[in-house]
């Protein structure tokens, strides 16, 4: 088998998206159909206007869709999608990580050389679907991390985006049917006993790594404040999507933002995150002990 391995990067109105699909596991059929899915989810994501505001092409979001096709048969496709976008953190080069995400129930129909129609009021496919579920969510966290509640207009569109397809019937959308479906997504943000994560957008980025070029103890102790909220999350939703999604996109950077802290608030970081992660020892065990060099 001719392995298939295809990315392209191009701009759009708000999103600076890189898709990516990866067929390697698909045999004995034409490769031009992923060809042909990855060019037109490509041109989907950066040139559909998702919103009424304007962005600059130094504002535009960078994010990335990595399909992972397992199946392929009758046009139905099945696998999985990473998601991940990027923020960057002012007064400097450095970009923290928003969202890193595996959707594991990619599940859709693609003609080759079908358009693919965005439509705010309708559902017009699976895959649109898909797309514009995790378009509008990299929207409302994005504005979540510079305003209070700033991604409020997406989050609602979310909600009509996840209404419509689980009225669908289509796979991924069900409520209560899995704890990390694109439902449970959507929930981790907006229910009242987890909703908190929304304000922590704001005071870990905005308040936090936002202020670390002026004073970096100022911006850690803010990121320090935050990481109440996700203890909360865990007594009220200890299975949240939100927890794991949090570890994905924040373990790593946590360890590099307490690597030189204060041992008292090393200390208070590692008893706060490790009820919750119990299996990331090695990380964790970084942030107790911060740098060797110190």
């Known amino acids: 088998m001719t392995a298939f391995f295809a990315a392209v990067g191009a701009r759009g109105q708000e999103l600076d998206c890189e898709v990516t699909i990866n067929a390697d596991q698909i045999s004995g059929?034409?490769?031009?159909?992923?060809?042909?899915?990855?060019?037109?989810?490509?041109?989907?994501?950066?040139?559909?206007?998702?919103?009424?505001?304007q962005f600059s092409p130094n504002e535009k979001i960078q994010c990335r869709l990595f399909f992972t096709i397992g199946e392929y048969a009758d046009d139905v496709?099945?696998?999985?999608?990473?998601?991940?976008?990027?923020?960057?953190?002012?007064?400097?080069?450095?970009?923290?990580?928003?969202?890193?995400?595996?959707?594991?129930?990619?599940?859709?129909?693609?003609?080759e050389n079908e358009p693919l129609v965005f439509s705010v009021n309708?559902?017009?496919?699976?895959?649109?679907?898909?797309?514009n579920f995790y378009a509008y969510l990299i929207l409302a966290v994005d504005f979540d991390s510079f305003a209070p509640e700033g991604g409020e207009p997406w989050f609602?569109?979310?909600?009509?985006?996840?209404?419509?397809?689980?009225?669908?019937?289509?796979?991924?959308?069900?409520?209560?049917?899995?704890?990390?479906?694109?439902?449970?997504?959507?929930?981790?943000?907006?229910d009242?006993?987890?909703?908190?994560?929304?304000?922590?957008?704001?005071?870990?980025?905005?308040?936090?790594?936002?202020?670390m070029a002026t004073s970096v103890?100022?911006?850690?102790?803010?990121?320090?404040?935050?990481?109440?909220?996700?203890?909360?999350?865990?007594?009220?939703?200890?299975?949240?999507?939100?927890?794991?999604?949090f570890k994905d996109a924040k373990l790593d950077e946590l360890v590099n933002i307490y690597s030189k802290a204060p041992?008292?608030?090393?200390?208070?970081?590692?008893?706060l995150l490790q009820p919750i992660y119990p299996t990331e020892t090695e990380r964790l065990d970084k942030i107790k002990n911060g740098s060797q060099d110190r």
């Open 263 to 271: 041992a008292e608030e090393r200390t208070r970081v590692y008893n």
């Open 192 to 211: 009242p006993a987890t909703s908190g994560l929304r304000r922590m957008l704001y005071d870990y980025h905005r308040q936090g790594l936002d202020q």
């Open 122 to 131: 309708n559902m017009e496919s699976q895959l649109t679907a898909i797309l």
């Open 217 to 245: 103890d100022r911006g850690r102790q803010a990121v320090t404040t935050s990481l109440d909220v996700i203890s909360a999350v865990h007594s009220a939703a200890p299975m949240s999507v939100a927890l794991s999604m």
């Open 156 to 190: 609602d569109r979310l909600k009509l985006i996840v209404q419509m397809a689980q009225s669908s019937g289509e796979t991924g959308w069900k409520a209560f049917e899995d704890t990390k479906n694109r439902s449970a997504v959507l929930s981790a943000f907006t």
């Open 77 to 111: 496709m099945k696998g999985d999608l990473q998601v991940q976008s990027l923020r960057p953190v002012y007064n400097s080069s450095y970009t923290t990580t928003l969202i890193n995400f595996k959707d594991t129930k990619i599940d859709f129909t693609y003609r």
């Open 29 to 53: 059929t034409n490769k031009s159909v992923f060809e042909t899915l990855q060019q037109a989810v490509s041109e989907y994501m950066n040139t559909t206007v998702f919103t009424n505001t």
